[in-house]
């Protein structure tokens, strides 16, 4: 296996070096965009585009439609100042320009508190969310950075995790938890629309899986929010993934194509019809180590085979308004086999799963005037997912102890409409209602009754529905508020939660803000929670959880923000979270939450009593990329408590006190003086993440039973160990007049820390056994643009 690996490698190699001599020309490449008005998203005529300290000076107008090209720009990084007369001035650093693919813009511009004139506002401008109704706790994802970041590994759902409050469990998997949150308390949403979880090997009712569907390539600048969203958002406690899929090329042609540890992706784009607004995008990826299985060069057990699909088609009438159809789909299997590490003919664990998710939606935005727009969605969403574990018992070398299949498909409608008073006064208005249709099965062994026991046989429908409205204020120059109130109702209860939302923005002077906000947020809990079979005394079963109401959540923000120089920006952030009517087990004794929640679904009677709180700060201190380099320092304190049915404040599962990330990245120019048309980089990351809690193991009582038994008094008291990891990443990317190719190494805890993360019970030796943070990952990836 070693020697093919190299063979591959050596022949990567080649490619480049060979594809380096094709071509001698000074590269250039088109950067282009359309500019419009941020509320009415009507164009923006006759602005000034100018790439920055060009000497001569480059620049163009917009047209009529608000279009601009500039040609024959070197490639490298640019930054590019947009001005209009009664606009406030917007400046875009380090437009990354590379040969064999144009860069395409989409460029919102605020209409200036005072008319008639240019208004330059520099705090926080890279920054702030471009959805104006969210002031704080909001962060924009550049694409450009989850492809550079170290350990991002071209996936957003890896990037967020360097975010101030966002830490991850150190396994690997993309779970997100968001200050002391439960990962499941997160909201996906691709195009406006909430999606199933994206991640290859999801289970349903979980959020997370260890790659995402979504490749980067296919992305615009998304939204990532950590609390008190913005009256649009619903059926979320902790956070708020909001991710966008690009327009496609409508002027020329263009393709990728990548080859890596992780898969072979093609994608392609470029202009539909004779209009010239037309277009397409399309992105296919296949495992890598599934096609090396497949033809025998890797033959370890548990080989992971997935493939994703995404598209994006944007058409465009004159009379009818723009219409968008996009999707995303993925399968994934994977089988795993647990050898015993002194007897490798001795199997501790034997099993499969198997995944399946697709969202297909179409979106139509249509203007009323230059002030009115109407935006509507309809989608369809699939995901299943299949488990079966088989492990040793008694005289059985193998016995299946658990086997789901758990199916759901969700039918959405979404519309808004947005109204813009003047430059002071905008209203949203917005209503949504998910249709959800499941066949959820599910049996297990019982060790102590010693037969199969049935967990989930349900099939049936359920709805949710949601409203919102939604003010923004400019009170004055240097204050904004936004208020509004969101509703939400489930089929499966009585109760309407209505859900006031209020966040205000002073800014202090050019370079500093200050920021609050307040909101009540609610999410319903998953199905196969609500559909859970609970066990009776006598033998029978009920499903008690059925009619549970929304779990609810109090945000309470309050933070301060400073540009302290052109490229370097501080953010501090304060938050208190109190969280209500969250289900927990109704025995007398019972110290379980839906808060700490890790299995697909409980198994237990619950009733909306408990509680949690979650307290923290966070602070960011981040260097823009400017003059070939960046750094991001960020800094999270907080704890996390929750309460059961009785008994006092206790430590959570996610309360790992603190997080901590710094990175540095720089590039290299090498070749000629002067030249862009070969870069190297280096990008490199450390993270300490303080140690999950976990509840103790009773050794005698497990031994016992045959099965691994809690102490549920000492309910997650102890604390495992911190992890720390390093990620460290190079990559070498050559310019060529008609293409563009990238190699680049990104390497995960390339030290190969192997800190406990959390302990079992190993029925096998009788002992209890520990799981590790993710070990040494080096991804490999050769990129191609033409």
Do not use: C
Not at 189 to 207: M, V, W
Not at 557 to 582: D, M, R, S
């Amino acid at each position: 296996m070693k020697i093919r690996m190299k063979l591959i490698a050596l022949f990567l190699f080649n490619a480049v070096i060979g594809l380096n001599t094709a071509f001698t020309q000074t590269p250039t490449q088109t950067l282009r965009g359309r500019i419009v008005d941020i509320d009415s998203k009507s164009a923006i005529p006759f602005a000034s585009v100018v790439i920055d300290n060009s000497d001569p000076m480059i620049g163009v107008t917009s047209d009529i439609d608000g279009n601009f090209k500039i040609e024959n720009v070197p490639v490298g990084r640019v930054t590019l100042k947009i001005s209009s007369i009664g606009y406030e001035l917007v400046t875009i650093p380090n437009v990354l320009l590379i040969s064999g693919k144009e860069t395409v813009l989409s460029i919102d511009m605020k209409e200036s508190f005072t008319q008639l004139e240019e208004v330059e506002i520099r705090a926080n401008k890279r920054n702030e969310s471009s959805n104006e109704m969210a002031l704080l706790s909001s962060k924009q994802l550049s694409i450009e950075e989850s492809k550079r970041h170290a350990g991002a590994i071209s996936d957003p759902a890896r990037l967020v995790s360097s975010f101030a409050g966002v830490s991850n469990e150190g396994s690997g998997n993309n779970d997100i938890i968001v200050r002391g949150n439960n990962p499941r308390f997160i909201q996906w949403r691709l195009e406006g629309i909430e999606i199933p979880n994206p991640n290859h090997f999801a289970i349903e009712g979980l959020t997370g899986g260890p790659i995402n569907a979504l490749n980067s390539q296919m992305l615009d600048n998304s939204e990532f929010y950590s609390g008190a969203f913005a009256p649009e958002y619903g059926n979320a406690l902790s956070g708020i993934f909001d991710m966008k899929l690009r327009k496609g090329n409508d002027e020329q042609q263009e393709y990728s194509f990548s080859v890596g540890v992780l898969g072979i992706d093609f994608t392609a784009e470029g202009p539909m019809g004779k209009k010239g607004t037309d277009s397409y995008l399309f992105n296919y990826r296949y495992s890598t180590l599934s096609l090396l299985d497949d033809a025998g060069v890797v033959d370890f057990g548990g080989v992971p085979k997935y493939q994703d699909l995404s598209y994006k088609v944007f058409v465009s009438t004159k009379k009818a308004g723009h219409f968008t159809f996009f999707g995303l789909g993925g399968v994934s299997k994977i089988s795993f086999v647990t050898e015993d590490e002194d007897n490798e003919d001795l199997i501790l664990e034997d099993g499969a799963q198997k995944s399946m998710l697709g969202v297909s939606g179409i979106k139509h935005f249509i203007p009323f005037g230059d002030k009115t727009y109407l935006k509507s969605t309809v989608s369809f969403g699939y995901n299943s997912s299949e488990l079966i574990e088989k492990r040793p018992y008694r005289d059985e070398a193998l016995k299946e102890f658990y086997n789901a299949e758990l199916n759901n498909q969700t039918y959405r409608a979404v519309s808004t409409l947005h109204h813009k008073f003047n430059a002071k006064h905008k209203i949203q208005v917005g209503l949504s209602n998910a249709f959800n249709q499941f066949d959820f099965e599910n049996e297990f062994f019982s060790v102590s009754e010693e037969q199969y026991r049935i967990g989930q046989a349900n099939n049936g429908s359920a709805n949710f529905s949601q409203g919102f409205i939604s003010w923004q204020w400019r009170v004055t120059e240097l204050l904004t508020a936004v208020s509004g109130v969101h509703f939400s109702k489930s089929s499966l209860n009585r109760k309407v939660a209505g859900e006031p939302r209020l966040a205000l923005k002073y800014q202090l002077n050019e370079t500093q803000n200050l920021n609050a906000g307040f909101g009540l947020h609610s999410k319903m809990s998953s199905l196969p929670n609500h559909y859970a079979i609970v066990y009776q005394e006598d033998g029978s079963y009920t499903t008690p959880n059925k009619d549970l109401e929304l779990m609810q959540a109090a945000h309470y923000v309050l933070g301060y923000e400073n540009t302290l120089t052109p490229n370097l920006f501080f953010k501090a952030e304060a938050y208190y979270q109190h969280l209500y009517n969250i289900p927990v087990g109704v025995a007398p004794a019972s110290q379980y939450s839906l808060i700490n929640q890790d299995d697909i679904f409980v198994d237990k009677a619950l009733v909306n009593e408990g509680e949690g709180r979650n307290i923290g700060i966070e602070l960011t201190l981040e260097r823009y990329f400017s003059k070939q380099y960046y750094f991001l320092i960020t800094t999270s304190i907080y704890d996390s408590k929750y309460k059961a049915r009785t008994g006092g404040w206790k430590e959570s599962r996610y309360n790992g006190n603190y997080v901590g990330n710094i990175l540095f990245g720089k590039e290299f120019t090498v070749g000629q003086k002067e030249s862009t048309d070969k870069t190297i980089s280096v990008n490199s990351r450390v993270t300490l993440l303080g140690g999950r809690r976990y509840t103790p193991i009773n050794l005698e009582e497990s031994i016992q039973q045959d099965k691994e038994v809690l102490y549920e008094e000492l309910s997650f008291s102890k604390k495992a160990d911190d992890v720390l990891y390093l990620n460290l990443a190079a990559s070498y990317r050559i310019n060529k007049p008609k293409l563009s190719h990238e190699i680049k190494l990104d390497i995960q805890n390339i030290t190969n820390n192997q800190t406990a993360i959390d302990y079992y019970y190993n029925s096998i030796r009788d002992e209890i056994g520990e799981i590790s943070q993710l070990a040494i990952l080096p991804v490999l990836s050769y990129t191609i643009n033409f």
